[in-house]
């Protein structure tokens, strides 16, 4: 059955609707993708993500991004029952290729984006700094290697979605670079005294 639009019922507000590709009836895979983008974006979140590669550097006991990483992968592609299911985990999984692409390509929208789901503000062009940037790379070419389909698999949807992500990753590997200075901008000092300067400041860098 087709379910009627809301204005069928008198109503015009249409705030908590989601915009989905299925015309009048709900959008299933719209919704998984939207309850995706908000998981995947407080997590993945840029200072989030910078915080786990420090955190890790410090004390390698610590989970870091790989980590994380990982166990997303577990989860986000665990093998699924039923054809429904499995719907919604394409979706999921594209949505999750889709962050890291954007986050290793150094998107400022990414950061923004993110921010604004969780309700964070973390100003304005936050973007992965290079070591998050560097390990995202190196996970995403590993994950291709993982989700290549096998040669006995055949012509089924799951071998044309696992196809389509690799071919993403490949084009984000392939396309050219933006034409920019390859440099990394440096952070502002802190205003204050010089490092070391006072009573208080006796190893700036210090755990």
């Given at each position: 059955m087709?379910?009627?639009?809301l204005?069928?019922f008198?109503?015009?507000?249409?705030?908590?609707?989601?915009?989905?590709n299925?015309?009048?009836?709900?959008?299933?895979?719209a919704?998984?993708?939207?309850?995706?983008?908000?998981?995947?974006?407080?997590?993945?979140?840029?200072?989030?993500?910078?915080?786990?590669?420090d955190?890790k550097?410090?004390?390698?006991?610590?989970?870091?991004?790989?980590?994380?990483?990982?166990s997303?992968?577990?989860?986000?592609?665990?093998?699924?029952?039923?054809?429904?299911?499995?719907a919604?985990?394409?979706?999921i999984?594209?949505?999750?290729?889709?962050?890291?692409?954007?986050?290793s390509?150094?998107?400022?929208?990414?950061?923004e984006?993110?921010?604004?789901?969780?309700?964070?503000?973390?100003?304005?062009?936050?973007?992965?700094?290079?070591?998050v940037?560097?390990?995202?790379?190196?996970y995403?070419?590993g994950?291709?290697?993982?989700?290549s389909?096998?040669?006995l698999?055949?012509?089924?949807?799951?071998?044309?979605?696992r196809?389509?992500?690799m071919?993403n990753?490949?084009?984000?590997?392939?396309?050219?670079?933006p034409?920019?200075?390859?440099?990394?901008?440096?952070?502002e000092?802190p205003?204050?005294s010089?490092?070391?300067g006072g009573?208080?400041e006796?190893?700036w860098?210090?755990?």
């Open positions: 087709i379910s009627p639009p204005g069928a008198g109503s015009t507000d249409t705030t908590e609707a989601f915009e989905g299925t015309g009048p009836v709900f959008d299933l895979l919704a998984a993708d939207s309850a995706a983008t908000l998981s995947l974006g407080a997590v993945l979140h840029p200072d989030r993500a910078a915080r786990l590669v955190f550097s410090r004390d390698q006991s610590r989970i870091g991004l790989s980590e994380v990483l990982q997303l992968e577990r989860t986000i592609f665990a093998e699924q029952e039923s054809s429904r299911n499995r919604i985990a394409h979706r999984q594209t949505r999750f290729v889709s962050t890291l692409i954007n986050m390509g150094g998107n400022a929208a990414v950061g984006a993110q921010s604004a789901a969780i309700g964070l503000s973390s100003g304005g062009g936050q973007v992965a700094t290079p070591d940037q560097a390990i995202i790379d190196l995403l070419k994950l291709r290697t993982r989700i389909p096998g040669l698999e055949g012509q089924t949807i799951e071998r044309a979605h196809e389509w992500l071919a990753i490949d084009r984000h590997f392939e396309r050219p670079a034409a920019r200075m390859p440099v990394v901008a440096s952070p000092t205003p204050g010089p490092i070391g009573f208080m006796t190893c860098l210090c755990d």
